[in-house]
């Protein structure tokens, strides 16, 4: 989904590995990719026939489907090629014949400034080691008075627990860099200029067997991944509601909409 800056760093070498992997998988995945999970996101965007979109960081593609059959035309961008071929597998199954696919950074985008409507990033900035650059990125390809978009999970205000569900969360997939609480999601829109967003709040269901079974752990430890979630259920240790249903846990994912208007 996401991609990073070259360097030397591994964090670029873990998304490719990561999302190659996931592939399949990811977009498969009814609580993610389902008409309810995206209703949300095509309500705060607001997308007009007359559109021109473009989502950062695609993944399979199901957030630019659902803007194509609103927009004019939709983009999707993606650092990893085996997301793209499930974004084009998507639209064709779907009959989609306004949108396009692009394999790119998120911190340079291959855009001209001002060009889209609307741009929306969903489920990758806890992969972005430079959240701040990227945000900015989309500022800058938005067309004043355009809509900018951001959805991802969101840790607790509570360092304990946030840390805890990191934790858990790069054992579970070592691409992640970092959830973050709703106050520094906020703080990325201000220091990008933009006005304070609207927030539309929703939580994505897990449950511990299924979520193991998508996941490619580090050090294949399946059942480390396991042990911490079930850990986290006596005192909510990781803020995710986690709770014992027979022999498995439910948890769920906090997460946000935040949508506002790039200034005039």
Same mark, same amino acid.
């Given at each position: ?5 070259? !360097? ?8 490719? $590995? ?7 998988? @990811?977009?498969?995945?009814? $609580? ?28 399979? #593609?199901?957030?630019? %489907? ?9 983009? #999707? ?7 793209? %071929? ?30 889209? /409507? &609307? ?45 805890? @569900? ?54 294949? /430890?399946? /059942?480390?991944?396991?042990? %911490? ?6 005192? /909510? ?19 946000? &909409? ?5 200034? !005039?």
């Amino acid at each position: 989904m996401a991609s990073d800056s070259p !360097g030397p760093n591994a964090h670029p070498v873990r998304i490719e $590995e990561q999302f190659s992997r996931q592939a399949k998988i @990811f977009a498969e995945a009814p $609580e993610l990719h389902g008409e309810a999970a995206l209703a949300l996101l095509v309500e705060a965007a607001k997308p007009r026939s007359t559109d021109e979109t473009l989502d950062v960081a695609c993944g399979p #593609g199901s957030v630019v %489907v659902a803007m194509a059959r609103h927009a004019r035309h939709s983009i #999707g961008l993606d650092a990893t090629a085996a997301m793209l %071929v499930e974004a084009q597998r998507l639209a064709r199954a779907q009959a989609m014949p306004n949108v396009e696919w692009r394999q790119g950074d998120v911190y340079a985008l291959p855009f001209d400034s001002d060009r889209f /409507d &609307i741009v929306t990033c969903r489920f990758a900035f806890h992969h972005f080691e430079r959240p701040a650059a990227a945000l900015q990125e989309m500022v800058r390809v938005c067309k004043r008075e355009g809509c900018i978009v951001v959805c991802d999970a969101i840790a607790s205000d509570s360092p304990r627990k946030a840390e805890a @569900f990191n934790r858990m969360e790069r054992l579970r997939d070592p691409s992640t860099v970092e959830f973050r609480p709703l106050e520094a999601l906020l703080a990325l829109f201000a220091g990008a200029g933009l006005p304070s967003p609207e927030r539309r709040f929703f939580q994505v269901p897990a449950e511990r067997e299924q979520m193991v079974k998508r996941s490619f752990p580090a050090g294949a /430890d399946y /059942d480390g991944l396991r042990r %911490v979630i079930d850990t986290s259920v006596d005192d /909510d240790s990781m803020g995710l509601g986690a709770r014992r249903c027979g022999d498995t846990v439910l948890f769920r994912y906090p997460s946000v &909409i935040l949508s506002t208007t790039k200034a !005039g």
